[in-house]
């Protein structure tokens, strides 16, 4: 059967609470479910793991090699800051999808800047939760191609 990770960063196990009119209203549960009935259509399975922790972010991306066909991560604030993180990433033979709730282009400068994005296989940004579900179809959608 063919899995995706869900992998979410610092703080967003606050969403629904934190900052509402940036983030959205939606909980991290809502989302998870959302992408999880999404891929289930499609014969998929999804797991999904948080921390405000970056050496368990970089360990759920070590793990996921050979295991997962993508990974959905929005690393949160370590998209800015984690050298360490994207060194994991370009470790593994497992595309990435970096995905941000709001718009980190129309955001503070330090933010405009991902050390992620030139590993990842593509950046979602400012869609909301449903940033989500594009990465899941476009993993789809990828996998649709090279199996059809």
């Given at each position: 059967m063919n899995q995706l990770l869900?992998?979410?960063?610092p703080?967003?196990?606050?969403?629904?609470?934190?900052?509402?009119?940036?983030?959205g209203n939606s909980g991290l549960d809502e989302i998870e479910n959302?992408?999880?009935m999404l891929l289930q259509k499609h014969g998929?399975?999804?797991?999904?793991?948080q921390s405000n922790h970056e050496g368990e972010l970089i360990e759920a991306i070590q793990k996921s090699d050979g295991k997962y066909k993508g990974i959905i991560f929005n690393p949160a604030a370590y998209t800015h800051t984690s050298v360490a993180?994207?060194?994991?990433?370009?470790a593994v033979d497992v595309p990435?999808?970096?995905?941000?709730l709001s718009n980190v282009h129309n955001r503070e400068p330090f933010r405009r800047e991902s050390l992620l994005a030139p590993v990842c296989w593509g950046q979602i940004s400012g869609l909301g939760a449903i940033g989500y579900s594009v990465a899941a179809h476009a993993f789809l959608?990828?996998?649709?191609?090279?199996?059809?």
């Open positions: 869900l992998l979410n960063g703080n967003l196990n606050l969403l629904g609470k934190r900052e509402p009119h940036i983030y959302e992408v999880r998929w399975e999804l797991s999904s793991f993180l994207r060194d994991a990433i370009s990435v999808i970096e995905v941000h959608e990828m996998h649709k191609r090279k199996d059809g």
